[in-house]
């Protein structure tokens, strides 16, 4: 089945410094990613689509020069949080498609601790 | 904005028992929904789908039934085991695109 790979699964940072997430998909194309994050004990919320090749679209509200987003390939996404501050602090997971909603998969996730 | 429920209920059953997640959504033409799993410091896991076309959609100890009069969804766990306890979202989709997830329901499982 559909893999995708998310690295780090855990991070620590200082306040003020810039923190990168990975996604990736392992055995298929990713023609559409997805950034969520998630705070404790709540749900998943959309942050960002991106589209490999073209600008992500952001969820209103989303600060896009905060959380940069790249899709270069097919089969890599980059989340990066940028001056990072303790408020940022949460659990951020991708999904990758492969052209359908049917065929999202989810990636295990990234704990971001900023102190 | 779009959202699918606010609250995390907790839901406790008897190992043996069957389990029901109740999700309300909000949009009405959203035509695709998805039950997950997600385990702590895990992603979402599927679990199950149904179309809008559908009201009722059966897997593995699972069943998935939409009412869309009231926009309701029900997940069904028969024989509830142990290590189905987790969080339950359902998610919703129009026309293929972006995933709305719901509050989600904990679910546990007494041994």
């Known amino acids: 089945g559909a893999v995708v790979s998310q690295h780090p699964s855990r991070v620590i940072c200082k306040s003020g410094t810039s923190v990168k997430i990975e996604c990736r998909s392992l055995d298929f194309q990713a023609t559409t990613m997805f950034w969520y994050r998630q705070f404790p004990k709540k749900s998943l919320m959309l942050m960002a689509t991106s589209n490999e090749g073209s600008k992500a679209t952001y969820e209103q509200g989303v600060e896009k020069d905060k959380f940069l987003i790249n899709h270069a390939s097919l089969t890599l996404s980059t989340l990066t949080v940028t001056s990072a501050h303790p408020e940022d602090s949460s659990f951020y997971i991708c999904s990758a498609s492969y052209g359908t909603v049917d065929g999202y998969t989810f990636g295990s996730g990234t704990r971001l601790t900023v102190v | 904005g779009e959202s699918v429920g606010l609250h995390l209920p907790t839901l406790s059953v008897q190992e043996g028992d069957n389990s029901i997640i109740n999700c309300a959504y909000s949009?009405?033409?959203?035509?695709?929904f998805i039950w997950y799993k997600q385990e702590s410091g895990k992603g979402p896991q599927f679990i199950i789908d149904i179309r809008s076309n559908m009201d009722k959609r059966q897997g593995q100890r699972v069943t998935v039934l939409l009412n869309k009069t009231v926009k309701h969804l029900s997940l069904q766990i028969a024989a509830t085991q142990p290590g189905d306890s987790a969080v339950y979202f359902c998610?919703?989709?129009?026309?293929?695109?972006?995933?709305?997830f719901g509050a989600g329901t904990i679910l546990r499982v007494k041994s």
């Open positions: 998610a919703e989709s129009i026309y293929g695109n972006k995933l709305v």
């Open positions: 949009n009405s033409a959203s035509d695709y």
